[in-house]
């Protein structure tokens, strides 16, 4: 009986974080439009994108940021001397689009990530009065540089970036991947104007705008050299040292096909997804504890609750139907909202909440285990700072 009323304390503590944290979606912004010429705002942007082997995958990103307006100065390739055809692809688009230019970075340090290194270089070379980080993964949008610049100008961030429309065409997918999406939501929140709590500030590498003095005055990206979840690490840093962050809804902007399967979305997403270099030990283990007692245990002890009957659970028996009853609405509520973040999103996606205990188990993991690789490439020696 002392289990039950103890889990029964617990949980309801994690159901007042919870919304807590959801609360300022009630808030929350529409997605950030894409904005043509007449309507850009009167700036510079210098894009940057961090390339290694990514001949793939990188066309329609090209493509799409040919498409950008004339505010867009610059798009700079940083490439890691890649051996599958990126560079001449690259060349290709370049040919037709002069603001294409390909730059290699220098040998990576011992002490640095691969893609942060890139972004390094990419901004010791840029000229815009903002700087625009996508992922070679992403399909832009006409119109998503001027719409993000204008979007960060009307709220005076001075750091913004912005979550994307997921393109996830397989059912096992679309079972598993909205599930380790929410533990990010269940986290930070979701996307909207900012929090006030620079260690629960979330941000997305994929599309990653700042102003480019602000970035310079603060080191760069040198604040995240060491980490796996660099976006998050850095947004954090600057956030602590009174930089307007925010994290805006850019589902209007662009589309992302991050994975190839749900094993390869499992290991590599899984991997980053705890986003440990980016907090402390300490909130970390309280995050994973957090998400087992608000996303993972709701569903099956609601179902054990009703199976067993009060005679089974005794007198926490009906609290405890009414806590997870509550967490179980939450999940459901917020899963109808995510839909909007995806591309046709079939049955399996409305059957995701099924997966969250696995979601749990893949940030549990991923916090026990130090990650080594990344992109093909191993960091042995790597500790975070």
């Not at 096909?257 to 991997?271: C, D, H, L, Q, T």
């Not at 609290?319 to 995510?338: K, S, T, W």
């Not at 046709?344 to 893949?362: I, K």
């Amino acid at each position: 009986m002392l289990v039950s009323w103890l889990l029964f304390a617990l949980q309801s503590l994690a159901l007042l974080v919870l919304l807590k944290r959801l609360a300022p979606g009630r808030r929350r912004r529409p997605p950030v439009p894409p904005l043509g010429d007449a309507q850009a705002p009167a700036t510079t942007v210098t894009i940057l994108v961090a390339t290694l082997n990514e001949a793939r995958r990188i066309g329609p990103c090209l493509e799409g940021l040919t498409a950008q307006g004339a505010l867009v100065r610059e798009i700079l390739v940083v490439d890691s001397r890649s051996t599958d055809g990126t560079r001449g692809l690259v060349e290709d688009a370049a040919r037709r689009d002069p603001r294409i230019r390909l730059l290699t970075d220098d040998p990576l340090p011992a002490d640095w990530v691969g893609k942060v290194w890139a972004l390094q270089h990419g901004l010791a070379h840029a000229t815009g009065e903002w700087v625009l980080g996508v992922d070679a993964d992403i399909t832009p949008d006409p119109g998503l540089a001027a719409g993000a610049v204008a979007a960060a100008l009307e709220q005076r961030f001075d750091v913004a970036s912005f979550s994307p429309r997921f393109t996830i065409p397989t059912a096992a997918e679309q079972w598993l991947q909205p599930a380790l999406l929410v533990t990010l939501v269940y986290r930070c929140g979701a996307a909207g104007e900012g929090t006030p709590d620079p260690d629960r500030v979330l941000a997305n590498g994929q599309c990653f705008l700042a102003r480019r003095d602000v970035l310079l005055a603060h080191g760069g990206y040198q604040a995240a050299q060491r980490s796996f979840a660099d976006d998050v690490t850095l947004a954090r840093f600057l956030a602590r040292r009174g930089v307007r962050v925010g994290f805006l809804d850019g589902s209007s902007l662009y589309r992302v096909r991050s994975y190839s399967s749900m094993g390869e979305a499992w290991r590599e997403w899984g991997r980053s997804l705890d986003l440990k270099d980016a907090t402390t030990p300490l909130r970390q283990w309280a995050d994973v504890a957090f998400l087992f007692l608000a996303q993972a245990l709701p569903l099956p002890a609601l179902v054990a609750l009703v199976l067993l009957g009060a005679q089974a659970v005794g007198p926490a028996w009906k609290p405890l139907l009414v806590v997870n009853g509550l967490l179980v609405a939450i999940r459901l509520l917020l899963l109808a909202a995510l839909r909007e973040s995806y591309d046709r999103p079939g049955p399996t996606f409305w059957l995701s909440p099924l997966a969250d205990a696995a979601a749990a188990v893949r940030i549990l993991l991923s916090t026990v285990r130090r990650r080594r690789s990344w992109r093909g490439r191993a960091y042995a020696e790597l500790t975070a700072a």
